[in-house]
Protein backbone atom coordinates (compact mmCIF):
# COMPACT_ATOMS: atom_id res chain seq x y z
CA UNK A 1 0.00 0.00 0.00
CA UNK A 2 0.94 3.30 -1.27
CA UNK A 3 -0.65 6.94 -0.86
CA UNK A 4 0.56 10.42 -2.05
CA UNK A 5 -1.26 14.32 -2.07
CA UNK A 6 -1.94 15.09 -5.71
CA UNK A 7 -1.36 18.77 -5.24
CA UNK A 8 -2.68 21.48 -7.32
CA UNK A 9 -2.39 25.31 -7.64
CA UNK A 10 -5.13 27.44 -5.19
CA UNK A 11 -6.59 28.66 -9.34
CA UNK A 12 -7.07 25.11 -10.08
CA UNK A 13 -8.90 23.99 -6.76
CA UNK A 14 -12.05 22.97 -7.70
CA UNK A 15 -13.65 20.79 -4.95
CA UNK A 16 -16.94 19.86 -7.07
CA UNK A 17 -15.09 18.96 -10.26
CA UNK A 18 -12.29 16.68 -8.26
CA UNK A 19 -15.86 15.05 -5.86
CA UNK A 20 -17.77 14.11 -9.05
CA UNK A 21 -14.34 12.63 -10.47
CA UNK A 22 -14.51 10.36 -7.78
CA UNK A 23 -17.68 9.54 -8.51
CA UNK A 24 -16.67 9.00 -11.81
CA UNK A 25 -20.14 11.04 -12.96
CA UNK A 26 -19.31 11.66 -16.69
CA UNK A 27 -18.54 7.88 -17.68
CA UNK A 28 -21.88 6.88 -15.72
CA UNK A 29 -19.48 4.85 -12.90
CA UNK A 30 -17.97 2.50 -15.02
CA UNK A 31 -14.53 2.88 -13.17
CA UNK A 32 -15.84 3.23 -9.99
CA UNK A 33 -16.05 0.21 -7.42
CA UNK A 34 -17.62 2.10 -4.81
CA UNK A 35 -18.14 6.20 -3.81
CA UNK A 36 -19.22 7.38 -0.44
CA UNK A 37 -19.21 10.16 1.81
CA UNK A 38 -18.01 11.31 5.40
CA UNK A 39 -18.43 14.12 7.70
CA UNK A 40 -21.53 16.05 6.35
CA UNK A 41 -24.63 16.52 7.38
CA UNK A 42 -26.15 15.89 4.16
CA UNK A 43 -25.05 12.02 4.84
CA UNK A 44 -25.27 9.81 1.53
CA UNK A 45 -26.42 12.49 -0.84
CA UNK A 46 -23.26 12.71 -2.58
CA UNK A 47 -24.27 15.58 -4.55
CA UNK A 48 -26.06 17.70 -2.01
CA UNK A 49 -22.79 16.86 0.12
CA UNK A 50 -20.40 18.50 -2.60
CA UNK A 51 -22.47 22.02 -2.30
CA UNK A 52 -22.38 21.26 2.01
CA UNK A 53 -18.32 21.31 0.83
CA UNK A 54 -18.78 24.44 -1.06
CA UNK A 55 -20.72 26.31 1.38
CA UNK A 56 -18.09 25.91 3.76
CA UNK A 57 -15.18 26.59 1.83
CA UNK A 58 -16.86 30.02 0.82
CA UNK A 59 -16.73 30.73 4.34
CA UNK A 60 -12.97 30.83 4.50
CA UNK A 61 -12.07 34.10 2.12
CA UNK A 62 -8.61 34.83 4.17
CA UNK A 63 -7.04 31.56 3.38
CA UNK A 64 -5.06 32.38 -0.52
CA UNK A 65 -3.68 28.37 -0.77
CA UNK A 66 -6.06 25.61 -1.93
CA UNK A 67 -8.86 24.44 0.56
CA UNK A 68 -8.76 20.80 -1.05
CA UNK A 69 -6.63 18.08 -0.06
CA UNK A 70 -6.55 15.03 -2.86
CA UNK A 71 -4.80 11.99 -1.35
CA UNK A 72 -4.47 9.20 -3.67
CA UNK A 73 -4.33 5.54 -1.73
CA UNK A 74 -2.61 2.59 -4.22
CA UNK A 75 -3.40 -1.03 -3.77
CA UNK A 76 -0.99 -4.33 -4.94
CA UNK A 77 -3.31 -6.79 -7.04
CA UNK A 78 -3.24 -9.39 -5.00
CA UNK A 79 -4.84 -7.87 -2.01
CA UNK A 80 -7.83 -7.17 -3.91
CA UNK A 81 -9.97 -9.69 -2.14
CA UNK A 82 -9.29 -8.89 1.34
CA UNK A 83 -10.27 -4.96 0.52
CA UNK A 84 -13.51 -5.14 1.02
CA UNK A 85 -16.20 -1.97 1.27
CA UNK A 86 -16.36 -1.64 5.10
CA UNK A 87 -12.49 -2.42 5.35
CA UNK A 88 -11.60 0.35 2.69
CA UNK A 89 -13.84 2.83 4.23
CA UNK A 90 -11.98 1.79 7.64
CA UNK A 91 -8.65 2.68 5.97
CA UNK A 92 -9.62 5.97 4.90
CA UNK A 93 -10.84 6.49 8.43
CA UNK A 94 -7.29 5.62 10.15
CA UNK A 95 -5.85 8.21 7.26
CA UNK A 96 -8.26 10.72 7.84
CA UNK A 97 -7.74 10.88 11.40
CA UNK A 98 -3.35 10.58 11.14
CA UNK A 99 -3.96 14.10 9.10
CA UNK A 100 -6.47 15.99 11.21
CA UNK A 101 -9.25 15.64 8.90
CA UNK A 102 -11.62 13.02 11.03
CA UNK A 103 -14.02 15.49 11.57
CA UNK A 104 -13.71 17.33 8.09
CA UNK A 105 -16.08 16.91 5.15
CA UNK A 106 -14.83 14.08 2.55
CA UNK A 107 -15.56 12.51 -0.62
CA UNK A 108 -14.58 9.18 -1.36
CA UNK A 109 -13.96 6.55 -3.65
CA UNK A 110 -11.85 3.48 -5.31
CA UNK A 111 -11.43 3.38 -8.96
CA UNK A 112 -10.43 0.00 -10.63
CA UNK A 113 -9.30 1.42 -14.14
CA UNK A 114 -5.57 0.73 -13.66
CA UNK A 115 -3.55 -2.63 -13.08
CA UNK A 116 -4.09 -1.20 -9.10
CA UNK A 117 -7.04 -0.77 -7.51
CA UNK A 118 -6.80 2.55 -5.55
CA UNK A 119 -8.70 4.92 -4.27
CA UNK A 120 -9.26 8.80 -3.94
CA UNK A 121 -10.39 10.97 -1.13
CA UNK A 122 -11.11 14.51 -1.20
CA UNK A 123 -10.59 16.67 1.96
CA UNK A 124 -12.01 19.39 2.85
CA UNK A 125 -8.88 21.41 4.24
CA UNK A 126 -11.80 23.94 5.83
CA UNK A 127 -13.16 23.17 9.26
CA UNK A 128 -16.84 22.99 9.26
CA UNK A 129 -16.58 24.38 13.13
CA UNK A 130 -14.17 26.63 13.13
CA UNK A 131 -14.00 27.69 9.06
CA UNK A 132 -10.31 27.78 9.69
CA UNK A 133 -8.05 25.99 7.09
CA UNK A 134 -5.70 22.88 8.16
CA UNK A 135 -2.49 21.95 6.88
CA UNK A 136 -1.06 18.31 8.03
CA UNK A 137 2.32 18.83 8.84
CA UNK A 138 4.76 16.63 7.98
CA UNK A 139 1.98 14.75 6.18
CA UNK A 140 4.13 12.07 4.13
CA UNK A 141 5.58 11.12 7.36
CA UNK A 142 2.44 10.49 9.01
CA UNK A 143 0.67 8.63 5.86
CA UNK A 144 3.46 6.48 5.48
CA UNK A 145 3.02 5.10 8.93
CA UNK A 146 -0.26 4.93 8.70
CA UNK A 147 -0.03 2.51 5.19
CA UNK A 148 2.56 0.39 7.45
CA UNK A 149 0.35 -0.04 10.27
CA UNK A 150 -2.38 -0.81 7.81
CA UNK A 151 -0.67 -3.44 6.04
CA UNK A 152 0.07 -5.13 9.18
CA UNK A 153 -3.83 -4.91 10.68
CA UNK A 154 -5.14 -6.50 7.47
CA UNK A 155 -2.54 -8.59 6.61
CA UNK A 156 -1.54 -6.70 3.06
CA UNK A 157 1.34 -6.97 0.76
CA UNK A 158 4.17 -4.81 2.24
CA UNK A 159 5.61 -1.98 0.48
CA UNK A 160 9.16 -0.38 1.06
CA UNK A 161 8.73 2.27 3.55
CA UNK A 162 10.09 5.43 4.41
CA UNK A 163 12.93 4.26 6.15
CA UNK A 164 14.21 1.79 3.15
CA UNK A 165 13.14 4.68 0.28
CA UNK A 166 15.43 6.92 2.40
CA UNK A 167 18.43 4.06 2.34
CA UNK A 168 17.78 3.81 -1.23
CA UNK A 169 17.87 7.63 -2.08
CA UNK A 170 21.12 7.82 -0.46
CA UNK A 171 22.80 4.92 -2.22
CA UNK A 172 21.82 6.93 -5.26
CA UNK A 173 23.04 10.23 -4.22
CA UNK A 174 26.54 8.22 -2.91
CA UNK A 175 26.99 7.55 -6.48
CA UNK A 176 25.54 10.21 -8.57
CA UNK A 177 28.81 11.28 -9.72
CA UNK A 178 29.31 8.08 -10.99
CA UNK A 179 26.08 7.92 -12.86
CA UNK A 180 26.18 11.24 -14.81
CA UNK A 181 29.76 10.62 -15.81
CA UNK A 182 28.33 6.87 -17.06
CA UNK A 183 25.87 8.82 -18.69
CA UNK A 184 28.13 11.25 -20.40
CA UNK A 185 30.84 8.61 -22.12
CA UNK A 186 27.80 6.30 -23.34
CA UNK A 187 27.32 5.46 -26.88
CA UNK A 188 24.00 3.55 -26.50
CA UNK A 189 21.20 1.73 -24.59
CA UNK A 190 23.30 -1.17 -23.76
CA UNK A 191 26.64 0.38 -23.00
CA UNK A 192 24.70 3.07 -20.93
CA UNK A 193 22.87 -0.23 -18.72
CA UNK A 194 26.43 -1.77 -18.59
CA UNK A 195 27.95 1.71 -17.25
CA UNK A 196 25.42 1.85 -14.16
CA UNK A 197 24.59 -1.81 -13.56
CA UNK A 198 28.97 -1.20 -11.93
CA UNK A 199 26.86 0.72 -9.23
CA UNK A 200 24.22 -1.98 -8.58
CA UNK A 201 21.91 0.68 -10.73
CA UNK A 202 19.15 -0.58 -13.54
CA UNK A 203 17.60 2.11 -15.84
CA UNK A 204 13.86 1.56 -16.26
CA UNK A 205 11.31 3.46 -18.49
CA UNK A 206 7.58 3.63 -15.79
CA UNK A 207 4.92 5.16 -17.27
CA UNK A 208 7.08 7.68 -19.57
CA UNK A 209 9.70 8.12 -17.00
CA UNK A 210 13.17 7.58 -16.58
CA UNK A 211 13.93 5.46 -13.37
CA UNK A 212 16.70 5.02 -11.77
CA UNK A 213 16.38 0.93 -9.36
CA UNK A 214 18.01 -1.28 -7.62
CA UNK A 215 19.04 -4.26 -9.62
CA UNK A 216 17.40 -7.61 -8.31
CA UNK A 217 14.27 -5.93 -7.55
CA UNK A 218 11.27 -4.91 -9.09
CA UNK A 219 8.92 -1.96 -9.39
CA UNK A 220 6.79 -3.03 -6.61
CA UNK A 221 9.51 -3.28 -3.77
CA UNK A 222 9.51 0.55 -4.44
CA UNK A 223 13.14 0.84 -4.04
CA UNK A 224 13.47 3.23 -7.39
CA UNK A 225 13.31 6.82 -8.19
CA UNK A 226 12.60 9.17 -11.18
CA UNK A 227 16.19 10.12 -12.63
CA UNK A 228 15.43 13.06 -13.87
CA UNK A 229 15.38 14.49 -9.99
CA UNK A 230 18.83 14.35 -10.50
CA UNK A 231 19.56 15.40 -13.73
CA UNK A 232 17.28 16.62 -16.65
CA UNK A 233 19.70 14.79 -18.96
CA UNK A 234 17.69 11.50 -17.73
CA UNK A 235 14.80 12.70 -19.37
CA UNK A 236 12.99 9.73 -21.11
CA UNK A 237 12.64 11.81 -24.18
CA UNK A 238 16.66 13.21 -23.99
CA UNK A 239 17.74 9.42 -24.26
CA UNK A 240 15.61 8.35 -26.54
CA UNK A 241 16.37 11.24 -28.72
CA UNK A 242 20.32 10.31 -27.89
CA UNK A 243 20.25 6.46 -27.74
CA UNK A 244 16.45 5.53 -30.23
CA UNK A 245 13.97 3.95 -29.10
CA UNK A 246 14.39 2.58 -25.65
CA UNK A 247 16.17 -0.94 -25.50
CA UNK A 248 15.86 -3.47 -21.78
CA UNK A 249 19.11 -4.23 -20.30
CA UNK A 250 20.32 -7.97 -21.74
CA UNK A 251 21.01 -8.71 -18.04
CA UNK A 252 24.83 -9.87 -18.50
CA UNK A 253 26.27 -7.01 -17.37
CA UNK A 254 28.98 -7.27 -14.55
CA UNK A 255 27.95 -6.01 -11.01
CA UNK A 256 30.33 -4.67 -8.76
CA UNK A 257 27.84 -3.56 -5.79
CA UNK A 258 24.45 -3.77 -4.81
CA UNK A 259 21.84 -1.59 -2.98
CA UNK A 260 20.98 -4.21 -0.15
CA UNK A 261 17.62 -3.26 1.41
CA UNK A 262 17.29 -3.56 5.46
CA UNK A 263 16.97 -6.94 6.49
CA UNK A 264 16.87 -8.10 10.13
CA UNK A 265 17.23 -11.63 8.98
CA UNK A 266 20.73 -10.90 7.35
CA UNK A 267 22.00 -8.90 10.71
CA UNK A 268 21.02 -12.07 12.74
CA UNK A 269 23.04 -14.08 10.53
CA UNK A 270 25.87 -11.73 10.43
CA UNK A 271 26.31 -11.67 14.24
CA UNK A 272 26.53 -15.38 13.91
CA UNK A 273 29.25 -15.79 10.64
CA UNK A 274 31.98 -17.04 11.95
CA UNK A 275 29.83 -19.92 14.19
CA UNK A 276 28.26 -20.29 10.58
CA UNK A 277 31.22 -21.23 9.11
CA UNK A 278 32.19 -23.71 11.16
CA UNK A 279 29.23 -25.48 11.76
CA UNK A 280 28.72 -26.07 8.03
CA UNK A 281 32.53 -26.76 7.64
CA UNK A 282 32.57 -29.58 10.16
CA UNK A 283 29.34 -31.18 9.38
CA UNK A 284 29.74 -34.54 7.71
CA UNK A 285 26.16 -35.05 6.71
CA UNK A 286 23.23 -33.05 5.46
CA UNK A 287 21.52 -34.54 8.98
CA UNK A 288 24.21 -33.25 10.81
CA UNK A 289 24.01 -29.96 9.28
CA UNK A 290 20.56 -29.65 9.93
CA UNK A 291 20.81 -30.22 13.08
CA UNK A 292 23.87 -28.04 14.25
CA UNK A 293 21.94 -25.27 12.03
CA UNK A 294 18.61 -25.93 14.23
CA UNK A 295 20.67 -25.16 17.51
CA UNK A 296 20.32 -21.74 15.59
CA UNK A 297 16.93 -21.74 14.66
CA UNK A 298 18.39 -22.11 11.28
CA UNK A 299 18.27 -24.61 8.64
CA UNK A 300 19.23 -25.25 4.87
CA UNK A 301 17.11 -25.11 1.89
CA UNK A 302 17.18 -25.94 -2.02
CA UNK A 303 16.13 -22.51 -3.94
CA UNK A 304 16.48 -22.52 -7.74
CA UNK A 305 20.45 -24.32 -8.35
CA UNK A 306 21.28 -23.36 -5.56
CA UNK A 307 21.31 -23.50 -1.65
CA UNK A 308 19.78 -21.28 1.22
CA UNK A 309 20.20 -20.52 4.93
CA UNK A 310 16.26 -19.85 6.45
CA UNK A 311 14.81 -19.42 9.99
CA UNK A 312 12.84 -22.77 10.68
CA UNK A 313 9.62 -22.32 10.08
CA UNK A 314 9.62 -19.66 7.93
CA UNK A 315 8.24 -19.01 4.19
CA UNK A 316 8.95 -18.07 0.85
CA UNK A 317 7.75 -14.87 1.00
CA UNK A 318 9.02 -13.71 4.40
CA UNK A 319 12.96 -13.37 3.10
CA UNK A 320 14.06 -14.82 6.13
CA UNK A 321 16.72 -16.38 4.25
CA UNK A 322 20.30 -16.04 2.50
CA UNK A 323 22.42 -17.35 0.26
CA UNK A 324 24.78 -20.18 2.01
CA UNK A 325 27.17 -18.83 -0.17
CA UNK A 326 27.13 -15.64 1.79
CA UNK A 327 28.56 -17.44 4.64
CA UNK A 328 31.50 -18.37 2.46
CA UNK A 329 31.75 -19.28 -1.56
CA UNK A 330 32.56 -22.83 -0.28
CA UNK A 331 29.18 -23.36 0.80
CA UNK A 332 27.52 -23.74 -2.74
CA UNK A 333 25.19 -26.47 -3.14
CA UNK A 334 28.02 -28.00 -5.67
CA UNK A 335 30.70 -27.56 -2.85
CA UNK A 336 28.13 -29.04 -0.86
CA UNK A 337 26.41 -31.91 -2.81
CA UNK A 338 30.32 -32.87 -3.71
CA UNK A 339 30.77 -33.31 0.19
CA UNK A 340 28.15 -34.92 1.38
CA UNK A 341 26.22 -36.24 -1.46
CA UNK A 342 22.57 -35.30 -2.88
CA UNK A 343 20.54 -32.78 -0.65
CA UNK A 344 18.69 -34.42 1.88
CA UNK A 345 15.44 -32.81 3.95
CA UNK A 346 15.86 -31.88 7.56
CA UNK A 347 13.53 -34.56 9.61
CA UNK A 348 12.66 -31.52 11.05
CA UNK A 349 13.17 -33.11 15.24
CA UNK A 350 15.88 -30.78 16.23
CA UNK A 351 15.86 -28.78 18.89
CA UNK A 352 16.41 -25.08 18.79
CA UNK A 353 18.67 -23.71 21.36
CA UNK A 354 17.97 -19.82 20.01
CA UNK A 355 15.99 -18.76 16.73
CA UNK A 356 15.11 -15.57 14.96
CA UNK A 357 12.59 -13.34 16.12
CA UNK A 358 11.22 -10.42 13.53
CA UNK A 359 9.77 -8.50 16.14
CA UNK A 360 9.74 -8.94 20.08
CA UNK A 361 6.26 -9.08 21.76
CA UNK A 362 6.57 -6.31 24.14
CA UNK A 363 7.52 -4.17 21.23
CA UNK A 364 4.22 -5.44 19.36
CA UNK A 365 2.00 -4.85 21.97
CA UNK A 366 3.40 -1.06 23.13
CA UNK A 367 3.04 0.02 18.93
CA UNK A 368 -1.12 -1.06 19.74
CA UNK A 369 -0.59 0.34 23.51
CA UNK A 370 -3.14 2.93 23.13
CA UNK A 371 -5.96 0.83 20.78
CA UNK A 372 -5.33 -1.98 23.48
CA UNK A 373 -6.39 0.21 26.26
CA UNK A 374 -9.10 2.24 24.18
CA UNK A 375 -10.74 -1.80 23.76
CA UNK A 376 -10.22 -3.03 26.88
CA UNK A 377 -11.86 0.54 28.23
CA UNK A 378 -15.03 -0.40 26.59
CA UNK A 379 -15.32 -3.88 27.36
CA UNK A 380 -18.07 -5.20 29.37
CA UNK A 381 -17.59 -9.21 30.40
CA UNK A 382 -14.27 -11.20 30.36
CA UNK A 383 -15.75 -12.68 27.14
CA UNK A 384 -16.05 -9.14 25.54
CA UNK A 385 -12.67 -8.29 26.38
CA UNK A 386 -10.97 -11.48 24.89
CA UNK A 387 -12.99 -10.92 21.43
CA UNK A 388 -11.66 -6.94 21.50
CA UNK A 389 -7.87 -8.11 22.30
CA UNK A 390 -8.54 -11.34 19.56
CA UNK A 391 -8.58 -8.84 16.74
CA UNK A 392 -5.21 -7.50 17.89
CA UNK A 393 -4.04 -11.51 17.90
CA UNK A 394 -3.70 -11.23 21.76
CA UNK A 395 -5.51 -12.70 24.78
CA UNK A 396 -5.64 -12.68 28.51
CA UNK A 397 -3.93 -15.91 30.36
CA UNK A 398 -3.90 -16.46 33.52
CA UNK A 399 -0.09 -17.43 35.02
CA UNK A 400 0.40 -17.75 38.84
CA UNK A 401 -1.49 -15.03 40.67
CA UNK A 402 -1.55 -12.81 37.67
CA UNK A 403 -2.92 -12.08 34.36
CA UNK A 404 -0.41 -12.21 31.17
CA UNK A 405 -1.04 -10.74 27.84
CA UNK A 406 0.29 -13.37 25.30
CA UNK A 407 0.07 -13.85 20.93
CA UNK A 408 -2.82 -15.75 20.58
CA UNK A 409 -1.65 -19.60 19.15
CA UNK A 410 1.78 -19.22 21.69
CA UNK A 411 2.86 -21.52 24.11
CA UNK A 412 4.42 -20.65 27.97
CA UNK A 413 7.31 -21.96 25.87
CA UNK A 414 7.49 -19.33 23.61
CA UNK A 415 7.67 -16.26 26.09
CA UNK A 416 5.56 -14.27 23.67
CA UNK A 417 4.19 -12.99 27.11
CA UNK A 418 4.16 -9.65 28.97
CA UNK A 419 2.70 -9.05 32.47
CA UNK A 420 -0.72 -7.56 32.11
CA UNK A 421 0.05 -4.56 34.44
CA UNK A 422 3.13 -4.01 32.29
CA UNK A 423 1.00 -2.46 29.79
CA UNK A 424 -1.13 -0.46 32.55
CA UNK A 425 -1.51 -0.85 36.67
CA UNK A 426 -5.42 -0.98 35.59
CA UNK A 427 -5.25 -3.95 33.78
CA UNK A 428 -3.60 -6.24 36.85
CA UNK A 429 -5.81 -9.44 37.74
CA UNK A 430 -7.08 -7.78 40.82
CA UNK A 431 -8.74 -4.69 39.36
CA UNK A 432 -10.06 -6.65 36.18
CA UNK A 433 -12.03 -8.58 38.64
CA UNK A 434 -13.11 -5.99 40.52
CA UNK A 435 -14.91 -5.25 37.04
CA UNK A 436 -15.86 -8.42 35.54
CA UNK A 437 -16.03 -11.06 38.22
CA UNK A 438 -14.13 -14.26 38.23
CA UNK A 439 -11.69 -14.87 35.43
CA UNK A 440 -13.17 -16.57 32.06
CA UNK A 441 -10.81 -18.44 29.79
CA UNK A 442 -11.19 -17.26 26.11
CA UNK A 443 -13.67 -19.32 23.86
CA UNK A 444 -11.03 -19.21 20.87
CA UNK A 445 -13.80 -17.66 18.26
CA UNK A 446 -13.09 -14.93 17.96
CA UNK A 447 -12.00 -12.53 14.81
CA UNK A 448 -8.75 -11.71 14.68
CA UNK A 449 -7.28 -8.99 12.01
CA UNK A 450 -4.07 -9.15 12.95
CA UNK A 451 -1.39 -11.34 14.17
CA UNK A 452 1.54 -11.43 16.33
CA UNK A 453 3.98 -12.84 13.67
CA UNK A 454 6.52 -15.95 15.42
CA UNK A 455 8.26 -18.85 14.62
CA UNK A 456 8.22 -22.07 16.92
CA UNK A 457 11.20 -24.39 15.50
CA UNK A 458 11.02 -26.84 18.55
CA UNK A 459 7.42 -27.53 17.82
CA UNK A 460 7.06 -30.57 16.01
CA UNK A 461 10.33 -31.83 18.65
CA UNK A 462 7.18 -30.81 21.37
CA UNK A 463 4.94 -33.67 19.70
CA UNK A 464 7.67 -36.09 19.03
CA UNK A 465 8.68 -35.86 23.02
CA UNK A 466 5.09 -35.89 24.17
CA UNK A 467 4.61 -38.79 22.25
CA UNK A 468 7.44 -40.78 23.89
CA UNK A 469 6.31 -40.00 26.91
CA UNK A 470 2.74 -40.90 25.87
CA UNK A 471 4.27 -44.27 24.71
CA UNK A 472 6.41 -44.73 27.66
CA UNK A 473 3.99 -44.48 30.37
CA UNK A 474 1.00 -45.98 28.21
CA UNK A 475 2.95 -48.62 26.57
CA UNK A 476 0.53 -47.71 23.43
CA UNK A 477 1.29 -46.53 20.25
CA UNK A 478 0.71 -42.83 19.78
CA UNK A 479 -1.48 -41.16 17.35
CA UNK A 480 1.65 -39.17 16.29
CA UNK A 481 3.93 -42.25 15.69
CA UNK A 482 0.70 -43.85 13.60
CA UNK A 483 0.87 -40.79 11.57
CA UNK A 484 4.75 -40.12 11.10
CA UNK A 485 4.82 -44.00 10.25
CA UNK A 486 2.77 -42.81 7.09
CA UNK A 487 4.78 -39.69 5.96
CA UNK A 488 6.16 -41.26 2.63
CA UNK A 489 2.83 -42.44 1.53
CA UNK A 490 1.07 -38.83 2.49
CA UNK A 491 4.05 -37.21 0.58
CA UNK A 492 2.77 -39.29 -2.26
CA UNK A 493 -0.87 -38.82 -1.96
CA UNK A 494 -0.11 -34.58 -1.83
CA UNK A 495 2.43 -35.32 -4.99
CA UNK A 496 -0.66 -37.14 -6.89
CA UNK A 497 -3.64 -34.81 -5.92
CA UNK A 498 -5.03 -31.75 -7.69
CA UNK A 499 -7.42 -30.40 -5.00
CA UNK A 500 -8.63 -30.52 -1.60
CA UNK A 501 -10.89 -32.92 -2.39
CA UNK A 502 -8.61 -35.41 -4.12
CA UNK A 503 -6.40 -34.76 -1.13
CA UNK A 504 -9.01 -35.52 1.80
CA UNK A 505 -9.70 -38.78 -0.40
CA UNK A 506 -6.58 -40.09 -0.19
CA UNK A 507 -5.51 -39.00 3.06
CA UNK A 508 -8.81 -41.29 4.35
CA UNK A 509 -7.30 -44.21 2.64
CA UNK A 510 -5.51 -44.32 6.07
CA UNK A 511 -8.33 -43.18 8.35
CA UNK A 512 -6.66 -39.57 8.82
CA UNK A 513 -8.15 -36.20 7.77
CA UNK A 514 -7.22 -32.54 7.46
CA UNK A 515 -8.51 -29.70 9.48
CA UNK A 516 -8.09 -26.18 10.68
CA UNK A 517 -7.34 -25.11 13.80
CA UNK A 518 -6.58 -21.64 14.94
CA UNK A 519 -4.44 -20.23 11.65
CA UNK A 520 -2.63 -23.70 10.56
CA UNK A 521 -3.71 -27.22 9.50
CA UNK A 522 -4.00 -30.28 11.94
CA UNK A 523 -4.07 -33.71 10.72
CA UNK A 524 -6.46 -35.75 12.48
CA UNK A 525 -7.81 -39.69 13.38
CA UNK A 526 -11.27 -39.35 11.63
CA UNK A 527 -14.23 -39.21 13.86
CA UNK A 528 -11.94 -37.81 16.46
CA UNK A 529 -12.52 -35.04 18.76
CA UNK A 530 -10.23 -31.75 18.55
CA UNK A 531 -8.51 -32.70 21.89
CA UNK A 532 -6.57 -34.89 22.97
CA UNK A 533 -3.92 -37.58 21.35
CA UNK A 534 -5.19 -37.59 18.05
CA UNK A 535 -3.92 -34.68 16.22
CA UNK A 536 -0.72 -33.79 15.60
CA UNK A 537 0.01 -30.02 13.26
CA UNK A 538 0.21 -30.85 9.73
CA UNK A 539 3.80 -29.35 9.08
CA UNK A 540 5.03 -32.25 11.77
CA UNK A 541 5.07 -34.30 8.03
CA UNK A 542 6.63 -31.56 5.99
CA UNK A 543 6.41 -28.13 5.23
CA UNK A 544 4.84 -29.19 2.27
CA UNK A 545 1.88 -29.82 4.83
CA UNK A 546 1.91 -26.29 6.18
CA UNK A 547 -1.57 -24.57 5.57
CA UNK A 548 0.30 -21.85 3.88
CA UNK A 549 2.08 -24.36 1.31
CA UNK A 550 -1.11 -26.12 0.87
CA UNK A 551 -3.72 -23.01 0.12
CA UNK A 552 -0.99 -21.56 -2.22
CA UNK A 553 -1.50 -25.21 -4.54
CA UNK A 554 -5.27 -25.93 -4.02
CA UNK A 555 -6.65 -22.52 -2.88
CA UNK A 556 -8.76 -21.33 0.23
CA UNK A 557 -9.03 -24.28 2.59
CA UNK A 558 -12.04 -26.86 1.65
CA UNK A 559 -13.38 -28.71 4.63
CA UNK A 560 -13.21 -32.34 3.60
CA UNK A 561 -16.86 -33.33 2.00
CA UNK A 562 -17.22 -36.99 3.64
CA UNK A 563 -17.85 -40.06 2.94
CA UNK A 564 -14.39 -41.39 1.75
CA UNK A 565 -13.91 -45.29 1.79
CA UNK A 566 -11.02 -45.78 4.72
CA UNK A 567 -8.86 -48.58 4.19
CA UNK A 568 -7.03 -48.61 7.66
CA UNK A 569 -8.21 -46.80 10.64
CA UNK A 570 -5.74 -45.36 13.57
CA UNK A 571 -7.18 -47.39 16.65
CA UNK A 572 -5.71 -48.42 20.27
CA UNK A 573 -2.89 -50.66 19.98
CA UNK A 574 0.23 -51.50 21.99
CA UNK A 575 3.45 -49.88 21.23
CA UNK A 576 5.09 -52.91 20.93
CA UNK A 577 3.85 -56.32 19.20
CA UNK A 578 2.28 -58.90 20.82
CA UNK A 579 4.26 -62.13 20.22
CA UNK A 580 2.97 -64.76 23.02
CA UNK A 581 -0.64 -65.89 23.90
CA UNK A 582 -1.29 -64.86 26.79
CA UNK A 583 0.02 -61.41 26.40
CA UNK A 584 -2.81 -61.44 23.26
CA UNK A 585 -5.37 -62.51 25.90
CA UNK A 586 -4.68 -59.87 28.83
CA UNK A 587 -4.85 -57.11 25.58
CA UNK A 588 -8.52 -58.62 24.90
CA UNK A 589 -9.24 -57.84 28.33
CA UNK A 590 -7.42 -54.95 28.67
CA UNK A 591 -9.74 -53.82 25.45
CA UNK A 592 -12.87 -55.21 27.25
CA UNK A 593 -12.40 -53.41 30.78
CA UNK A 594 -12.13 -50.39 28.94
CA UNK A 595 -14.81 -50.49 27.07
CA UNK A 596 -17.34 -51.68 29.92
CA UNK A 597 -15.79 -48.53 32.21
CA UNK A 598 -16.51 -46.34 29.38
CA UNK A 599 -20.40 -47.61 29.11
CA UNK A 600 -20.56 -47.50 32.92
CA UNK A 601 -18.96 -44.07 33.35
CA UNK A 602 -16.19 -45.96 35.86
CA UNK A 603 -12.40 -44.31 35.61
CA UNK A 604 -11.10 -45.98 32.11
CA UNK A 605 -7.65 -47.76 32.55
CA UNK A 606 -5.60 -45.92 30.49
CA UNK A 607 -1.99 -47.74 31.17
CA UNK A 608 -1.83 -50.70 28.88
CA UNK A 609 1.89 -51.07 30.51
CA UNK A 610 0.11 -50.92 33.97
CA UNK A 611 -2.84 -53.03 33.12
CA UNK A 612 -0.03 -55.63 31.92
CA UNK A 613 2.34 -55.42 34.70
CA UNK A 614 -0.38 -55.63 37.26
CA UNK A 615 -1.89 -58.62 35.89
CA UNK A 616 1.13 -60.80 35.52
CA UNK A 617 1.98 -60.18 38.68
CA UNK A 618 -1.27 -61.42 39.68
CA UNK A 619 -1.21 -64.75 37.64
CA UNK A 620 2.03 -65.11 39.09
CA UNK A 621 1.24 -65.13 42.80
CA UNK A 622 -1.73 -66.67 41.85
CA UNK A 623 0.48 -69.88 40.35
CA UNK A 624 2.60 -69.38 43.88
CA UNK A 625 5.37 -68.27 41.94
Not at 16 to 31: C, F, Q
Not at 120 to 146: C, G, Q, S
Not at 299 to 318: F, H
Not at 428 to 444: D, H, I, N, V, Y
Request: aromatic share 10%; charged share 35%; glycine share 6%.
Amino acid sequence: MISKREPHEPANDNYGRLARYIADASHGGEKCLASWTAGCAAGDDYDLAIDEVRATQGCNQRTKKEKTYHMIVSFRPEDNARLTPDVLKEIETEFARALGYENHQRHCGVHINTRNMHMHVAYNMINPETKTRLEPFRDYYKRDTVCRELEKKYGLSIDAGRDEQTAFIKYIEDRLVRLKQSLGAADSWQDLHKRVAACGIAIRIHENECQFAAIGTKDKDGHSIKASTYSLDFLAGRLEKRFGEFEKSTGKHRVFERFKPANPFEDYIEERKETLRKVVETAGTWQDLHKRLAVHGLTVRTRGNGCIIAAMGSRKGDNFQVAASQINRKFSKKHLEDRMGAYERSEGTYAAEEYFVPQKFDEYVQERKEKLLDSIAGAKSWQDLHERMAAYGVEFRLRGNGCTIAAIGSSTQDKHHIKASELDRALSKATLEERFGLFEKSKGKYAVQERFRFFDPNRALRENERAKKFEAHSGLKSFYTYATERKEKLQEALEASASWQDLHKLMAEHGLELRLRGNGCIVSAIEAKMKGNHNITASSLGREFSKWSLEKKFGEFEKSAGGYAVKEAYKLEPKNPLKAAKDRELWRIYLRQRKEARESGRQIVRSWKNFAFKAQRFLDEDMGR
